[in-house]
């Protein structure tokens, strides 16, 4: 008896949330509807327009540069062991 309060204190949440749960009625399905859309244009990507268009953000620097310790390069390139 010693925990009775501490067990009906703790069961309580789950019991009222499965009672409101299911005494709420389910909501109907959603139709998808076809959108008509207005003002959407179409641009021609190629690699001129897109290169006019990106370029100025290629050429700035990185957020942030890392210097790679030495040991992780050495890792990196090390030759992979030959399977037989």
């Known amino acids: 008896m010693r925990y009775a309060a501490t ?3 703790s069961v309580m949440p789950l019991a ?4 409101v749960t299911l ?11 076809r ?4 003002g959407v244009r179409m641009i021609r990507m190629d690699v001129q327009t ?8 290629i ?4 957020a942030y540069a890392w210097d790679e310790p030495a040991w992780i390069t050495a890792y990196r390139h090390a ?6």
């Open 7 to 9: 067990i009906a204190l």
């Open 16 to 19: 009222v949330a499965s009672a």
């Open 23 to 33: 005494s709420r009625p389910s909501q109907p399905a959603i139709k998808p509807v």
């Open 35 to 38: 959108v008509q859309t207005e």
């Open 50 to 57: 897109f290169r006019s268009r990106w370029l100025p953000v």
């Open 59 to 62: 050429l700035l620097q990185p």
């Open 79 to 84: 030759a992979l062991p030959a399977t037989a």
